[in-house]
Nanobody, 115 residues
Framework: QVQLVESGGGLVQPGGSLRLSCAASGSIFGINAMGWYRQTPGEQRELVAT???????KYADSVKGRFTISRDNAKNTVYLQMNSLKPEDTAVYYC?????????WGQGTQVTVSS
């Protein structure tokens, strides 16, 4: 019922920057929190950052000071600005949108940080 489409992934050098976007469409009424998660092969999906409809944010310790999550409620879009990227940031990044009892995921976008 809710579709999430990520964009902006790619290959960047260590220390570089990248901005991910996630546009929500469909039955989006009631969506409040949105966020970004990431996953590497053989590992659990981990939270990167979340943002509420009111703009309150949370970040994983590993990305604090480097990543910034934001949203445009009028466009139903959430962004992740990633600066000072490290090789360990390499992962598939997934967009998430939630209601209190429901959860939706995007298809994921690959981010590779390598020289």
């Amino acid at each position: 019922q809710v579709q999430l489409v990520e964009s902006g992934g790619g290959l960047v050098q260590p220390g570089g920057s990248l901005r991910l976007s996630c546009a929500a469409s469909g039955s989006i009424f009631g969506i409040n929190a949105m966020g970004w998660y990431r996953q590497t092969p053989g590992e659990q999906r981990e939270l990167v950052a979340t943002i509420t409809g009111g703009g309150m944010t949370k970040y994983a310790d590993s990305v604090k000071g480097r990543f910034t999550i934001s949203r445009d409620n009028a466009k139903n879009t959430v962004y992740l600005q990633m600066n000072s990227l490290k090789p360990e940031d390499t992962a598939v990044y997934y967009c998430n949108a939630g209601r209190p009892l429901d959860n939706y995921w995007g298809q994921g976008t690959q981010v590779t940080v390598s020289s």
